[in-house]
């Protein structure tokens, strides 16, 4: 901001705080541009959100076996003598 202020352009500052040379930037700049493609692609959008619906399915299979399994045994436990 400083140099923005002495009436430069801001770049040898902005190229400071990237700093271009660092392999962490790039990579960054690798995943970031790969999710940015995958994210606007729709037959990616389509396969992500048919994932998404099978694994809300199966969750709520498993949820609902072990409400039956529960209300089995509580029913199992009502039944017997004390």
């Given amino acids: 901001m400083e140099e923005i202020n002495n009436g430069g352009s ?3 500052s902005l190229g400071k705080m990237l ?3 660092d392999s962490e930037f790039w990579k960054g700049a690798l995943v970031g541009a790969a999710a940015v493609v995958l994210l606007t692609n729709e037959s990616v959008q389509n396969a992500l959100f048919k994932t998404g619906a099978k694994a ?3 969750m709520q299979s ?12 509580a029913d199992s436990a009502q039944d017997r003598p004390r």
């Fill in 10 to 12: 801001g770049l040898h």
């Fill in 19 to 21: 700093n271009l040379d």
């Fill in 56 to 58: 809300k399915d199966a």
């Fill in 62 to 73: 498993g949820v609902d076996k072990v409400k039956e399994a529960a209300s089995g045994a």
